[in-house]
């Protein structure tokens, strides 16, 4: 019962090009979409978040787009760097007494190459 | 300055045992949660507080306990240690929801080995 699902564990670009990474989600009542980026060894760290209501949010390199009626979203990193490499997590957020809820999916592994 | 510690980084136990992990956050955050990443890598979350209260709680084996002494600190409690709680825990913070999208800040993690 994955609510959130990254179907491509991994994902190898060019210096310089374009990073698209997806995501798929099957509740319908999340807030708020996040992509989160983590390096070995170290927790997870915010990258950028789109609100439900929306369908684009764009913040310097990284743009998060949301497809509502597909369930779907996309990061895309543009241009891609070395130092993007790491493992990018989708989540979903709903609201609860305070607290907020994060559905995680599995990851995707970008590398990208000099 | 770290904005989320987790202590111990790694821990190594026996089956049976019972140990504890300590979570400490300088953000001045109502919220904290603990969160479990195991072998296949999914990130689930396991616990949340606001303000000590005890806001989430999913389906956890009661072996779990989390404590909030006060708002800058979570502890995970875990009694008779079982090979399936082999994982890495991570604790988070962030301010308490407001109908926008609150960053959660995660602390390094602790890497917990049942043997």
């Known amino acids: 019962d994955q609510q959130v699902k990254q179907n491509s564990p991994s994902l190898s670009v060019q210096e310089g090009r374009i990073s698209i990474l997806n995501c798929d989600y099957t509740n319908s009542m999340f807030d708020y979409f996040l992509w989160y980026k983590k390096y070995p060894a170290e927790g997870p760290t915010f990258l950028i978040s789109i609100s439900s209501i929306k369908d684009k949010n764009e913040d310097g390199r990284f743009t998060v787009f949301l497809n509502k009626s597909a369930k779907h979203l996309s990061l895309h990193i543009v241009p891609s760097q070395p130092g993007d490499s790491a493992v990018y997590f989708c989540?979903?957020?709903?609201?609860?007494?305070?607290?907020?809820?994060?559905?995680f999916g599995k990851g995707t592994k970008l590398t990208v190459n000099p | 300055d770290t904005a989320v510690s987790q202590t111990p980084k790694y821990l190594v136990t026996q089956m049976g045992n019972d140990k504890s992990i300590k979570c400490e956050q300088n953000?001045?955050?109502?919220?904290m949660y603990w969160y479990k990443q195991d072998s296949k890598k999914f990130l689930k979350i396991m616990f949340s507080?606001?303000?000590?209260?005890?806001?989430i709680n999913e389906t956890v084996p009661n072996r779990f306990s989390p404590k909030s002494p006060d708002k800058a600190h979570l502890n995970l409690h875990i009694n008779s240690l079982e090979l399936g709680d082999s994982a890495v825990y991570f604790c988070a913070s962030s301010q308490a929801g407001t109908g926008t999208y609150n960053e959660q800040f995660f602390g390094p993690g602790t890497r917990l080995t049942v043997l």
């Open positions: 953000l001045g955050h109502d919220t």
């Open positions: 989540a979903a957020s709903s609201f609860l007494g305070g607290s907020e809820k994060l559905v």
């Open positions: 507080y606001n303000n000590k209260e005890l806001i």
